[in-house]
């Protein structure tokens, strides 16, 4: 801790001397520990050093989210192992974690949930990077500590809250060959000695893509991308109350709208088309507390309320007067409000082997709109659930190498009987260079207000809701081995991690009939239809492991990994299949720091093996047989060169993602989303992309 402090205090003096005359800085202690040490605080008792965690996670820091021209979460994860990233053309793109995606992968900015899922998911391309300082990920249920949608594991986006210049500003501006713009400013001023104000907004535009259609055909209008436009604004104000506390205020406001524009109809005479439109619109406020008092007590006490629209219109445009009107029935309006409260408080006693957090969790959320259909509700077309629970877990540590926790969380679900659940977690430091984490852990999720009482049925669409759905429960076991030695110039650093994941009464999307009034999945009566609601799904399981190799030596930092995962065929347990079907991903990534010029290259591929899945189906003889969905492998490769100038007031950012011009693969027997392709291939990427970033950055480095 000396050293720490003493390190600190001769940073801030060498940047005082080498900082800029015009301003005179003021040292921010939350800054200056972000700058010493990789920390963390998803999950933990108090900030701590990654290595120190109890849990496993993998932290993205800003300079990567730069150096790969990140501009949202679906761009920085699609080179990230163990994550898998689908995309649909109209609902936006989603991850899936360890095998599991939908709602079981929890998204949060700064520990509150992120709401608003179209097609079970958060669109991750709505999720932007601007303030975002790091991104903590951890694999396994986290249902302890975040309750129902962690049971998969959790995506934290840490916000910037702090600098250290009184004064700080930067503008990023950012154009690709694909035809998409980025605009970004950031301010930052210290108002008084405890009073901290950042702000920053932006523009997001794509022009839309479509590499199906030549641009003189009559499908030139519609596009496989389609247009969309962007703008959002963050704000926090933070204010120190002492040096161990402080309280904070964020809000942020996020608008989309995308084109779906319709093909030519009666292209001879007064030609006219039905175009959709889609407007979004996400408004957060989140008022935090944290802080140490009476020395060895550490609260963090964070309140949200979180707002979500999503509009459609679809308007008859005629070509020849560009008049547009709407068609009658085709317009609709879905809403979600949330509101978080969640108090925790933890001990850091540092003489005695026992520590504890305790906390409350306290969640509501509710929807309106016309797809809405809940018979117990206080008013039409309006639905509402509610979570109060209550979480504890204590961690003992005999030596100073062990430490054991275990926890448990109870709750109140307003919906569904929530069982106790618990976990438990280990971590054992073996010695300087390797250390062991071993954990079990339970997990639950209720049902949605979506998958209970969603009602969509036009010409396009017959999908449902139902109320008879049992809540998810799991169990997980997982195991991590980690290697780290460091030499003079080098290091290495490898970590194993094998896990397991038993999912019981996983919901999902089936086609089905209705006898007596009961719904029932259609391929049990040997039947197919074109109408879908959510059904329990009776296992689901997933089984895999990892491996991560990083080595830097001076100025060189190459990394790769390789992940099988195999997930559980339930028809397996009647059909002649095999019990898992196994996928593999790899990566790699080559970093190199050209000191004399400063420049750095670095380069990221990543493979994705075939994708197989079992299900049944009927035939055109009437009969149920076992089918296979296959979706082709594919690559990602990009490559980026950085270069900074004027004192690190300017840098530049340029590169090419998709090097191989991946944009659709090919998909057999897929019953995917009607959205997602043309029946035999599956959208991926929009090709080869060249892209070119500029930072200009005053007041600080």
């Known amino acids: ?99 599991v995606s939908g709602q079981n992968v929890k998204i949060m900015i700064d520990g509150v949930p992120v709401i608003g899922r179209v097609g079970d998911d958060i669109d991750l391309s709505q999720i932007n990077l601007s303030n975002i300082e790091r991104v903590e990920l951890i694999e396994g249920p986290m249902s302890v500590h975040y309750g129902t949608n962690a049971l998969g594991g959790v995506v934290n986006l840490i916000t910037k809250k702090s600098q250290i210049n009184k004064f700080d500003f930067q503008v990023i501006s950012q154009v690709e060959s694909i035809g998409a713009q980025n605009l970004n400013a950031q301010a930052g001023a210290r108002l008084s000695d405890k009073l901290l104000l950042r702000l920053d907004g932006g523009y997001n535009n794509f022009a839309g893509f479509n590499a199906l259609a030549p641009s003189d055909s009559l499908l030139a209008r519609t596009f496989q991308w389609n247009p969309k436009e962007q703008w959002f604004a963050n704000g926090i104000l933070r204010y120190d109350i002492n040096g161990a506390q402080s309280l904070r205020y964020s809000m942020s406001l996020f608008d989309e709208q995308i084109e779906n524009l319709g093909q030519l109809r009666r292209p001879q005479f007064r030609p006219y088309a039905f175009d959709d439109f889609y407007y979004t619109r996400r408004l957060d406020h989140v008022l935090s507390y944290e802080g140490t008092f009476l020395k060895n007590l550490y609260w963090n006490i964070t309140s949200g309320y979180n707002t979500f629209r999503r509009q459609k219109n679809t308007l008859r445009t005629e070509m020849e007067s560009r008049e547009q009107s709407e068609v009658p029935g085709q317009q609709d309006t879905t809403r979600y409000n949330a509101l978080v409260f969640r108090p925790i408080l933890a001990s850091r006693f540092g003489d005695s082997p026992f520590n504890f957090q305790i906390g409350l969790d306290i969640n509501y959320e509710n929807g309106y709109g016309q797809r809405f259909r809940d018979a117990a509700a206080s008013k039409a077309q309006f639905s509402e659930i509610a979570d109060y629970a209550g979480f504890i877990t204590l961690q003992y540590q005999p030596v100073s190498a062990l430490q054991i926790q275990v926890g448990a969380r109870g709750a109140y679900n307003t919906r569904f009987d929530a069982p106790i659940i618990p976990s438990l977690h280990l971590k054992y430091d073996i010695n300087k260079t390797w250390q062991l984490r071993a954990s079990y852990a339970q997990g639950f999720r209720s049902p949605s207000i979506k998958e209970l009482f969603f009602y969509f049925v036009d010409a396009s669409h017959y999908i449902i809701g139902n109320p008879d759905l049992l809540a998810e429960t799991s169990d997980n076991v997982q195991f991590i081995l980690d290697y780290d030695q460091k030499w003079n110039i080098s290091r290495l650093q490898v970590t194993l991690t094998g896990f397991y994941n038993d999912i019981r009464n996983k919901i999902d999307l089936f086609d089905y009939v209705e006898i007596n009034g009961e719904l029932v999945p259609a391929a049990s009566l040997g039947q197919n239809t074109t109408q879908f609601a959510y059904f329990n799904q009776d296992r689901f399981k997933a089984l895999g492991s990892n491996i991560r190799i990083n080595y830097s030596l001076k100025n060189l930092e190459i990394a790769a990994g390789i992940a099988p995962t195999g997930r559980y065929n339930p028809l397996s347990e009647t059909e002649n299949v095999a019990a898992y079907t196994f996928t593999n991903e790899l990566n790699g990534q080559v970093n190199y720091h050209f000191n004399k010029i400063g420049l750095r290259t670095a380069f990221f591929i990543r493979y994705n093996d075939k994708f197989i899945r079992f299900y049944q189906t009927v035939n055109q003889e009437g009969n149920t047989v076992v089918a296979q969905a296959i979706q082709d492998g594919f690559t990602l490769a990009d490559l980026t060169l950085t270069k900074a100038f004027w004192k690190n007031r300017l840098q530049l950012t340029s590169g090419v993602r998709n090097l191989l011009d991946i944009r659709n693969v090919n998909t057999i027997g897929t019953q995917g989303s009607a959205h997602s392709g043309d029946g035999s291939s599956s959208p991926i990427a929009t090709g080869r992309n060249y892209f070119a970033r500029l930072r200009w950055q005053l007041n600080g480095r």
């Open 1 to 99: 801790m000396k050293i720490r402090i003493i390190f600190s205090s001769l940073s801030c003096l060498l940047y005082m001397h080498f900082g800029f005359a015009q301003s005179s800085p003021s040292v921010d202690s939350i800054g200056m520990y972000l700058e010493l040490a990789d920390v963390v605080v998803t999950a933990q008792y108090a900030p701590t050093d990654s290595r120190n965690a109890l849990y496993k996670i993998r932290t993205i820091k800003r300079d990567v989210i730069e150096q790969r021209g990140a501009i949202n979460l679906e761009q920085l994860l699609n080179q990230e192992l163990n994550i898998r990233i689908s995309q649909d053309l109209i609902l936006g793109s989603s991850l899936s974690l360890q095998g």
